[in-house]
């Protein structure tokens, strides 16, 4: 398989702006999770990420950045990446009732399936089956 790998034209001199400039705080962070995050996405593979983050990291300190903030922004645009994210519910869930005839075992399979989901669909009241918070 093709690796990626980053040239490093003649012409940087690696310079950005220096830690200690008159900028917000949140300009450099932006600055340092931008280029991690251009990093990681060109990189094909651990070994090229990490010596261009190597590369980075040395440029950055010339720049007088200090090595905790330049730590902790690359360790942000890793957690977005490797930490799984719970999904934001906005709308409450929809109650949907299902109303299906008994069909023998099958019904009683579909039963026990649907108490494992944990999903609320009464199979009819008048068969008098009841479930933790459910009718079948």
């Known amino acids: 398989l093709g690796k990626t790998f980053t040239k490093i034209k003649p012409t940087d001199k690696g310079l950005f702006y220096n830690y200690n400039s008159f900028i917000p705080d949140k300009f450099k962070q932006n600055l340092i999770c931008s280029l991690a995050f251009r990093i990681y996405k060109i990189a094909s593979n651990y070994n090229i990420f990490h010596d261009n983050i190597k590369r980075l990291s040395s440029k950055l300190h010339m720049n007088g950045f200090p090595k905790r903030v330049v730590d902790e922004c690359i360790g942000r645009v890793l957690d977005n990446f490797y930490t ?37 669909c009464p199979l009819g009241a008048h068969y008098g089956i009841r479930g933790p918070g459910m009718w079948f």
Not at 95 to 118: D, Q
Request: hydrophobic letters at 50%.
């Open 84 to 120: 799984p994210k719970a999904p934001l519910i906005t709308v409450p869930r929809q109650e949907i009732i299902m109303v299906m005839p008994y069909l023998g075992r099958m019904s009683i399979v579909l039963k026990r399936n649907i108490l494992k989901r944990n999903i609320m």
